[in-house]
């Protein structure tokens, strides 16, 4: 089992910066990446952003492109997603996802999430 808690989420006005964190452990070494996912009120959970843990394969949902960087301290076992430039639109629960990148991206284990809130 993989274990994934997220951290850093708050409320913040447009046009500022949040930084989440998602700290993992167990089995982490059958999982060769992790990504971001996100769900705004009334609406379904949507891609974020995503990363192998080498970082050779990144990849953003283009609503974040530019503006968001997801990277990673493998030391710490931990995935972060900077966001920079933040909009009311990316008011959301932001949760973290363990997962692989073959010919395609999945995911098998999810963190319990962190509220990101942006003010007009």
């Known amino acids: 089992q993989v274990q994934l808690v997220e951290s850093g989420g708050g409320l913040v006005q447009a046009g500022g910066s949040l930084r989440l964190s998602c700290a993992a452990s167990g089995r982490t070494s059958s999982r060769n990446a992790m990504g971001w996912f996100r769900q705004p009120p009334g609406k379904e959970r949507e891609f974020v952003a995503a990363s192998t843990w080498s970082g050779d394969n990144t990849y953003y949902a283009d609503s974040v492109k530019g503006r968001f960087t997801i990277f990673r301290d493998n030391a710490k076992i931990t995935m972060y997603l900077q966001m920079n430039g933040l909009k009311p639109e990316d008011t959301a629960v932001y949760y973290c996802?363990?997962?692989?990148?073959?010919?395609?991206?999945?995911?098998?284990?999810w963190g319990q999430g962190t509220q990101v809130t942006v003010s007009s």
């Open positions: 996802a363990a997962g692989g990148r073959g010919s395609t991206w999945w995911w098998s284990h």
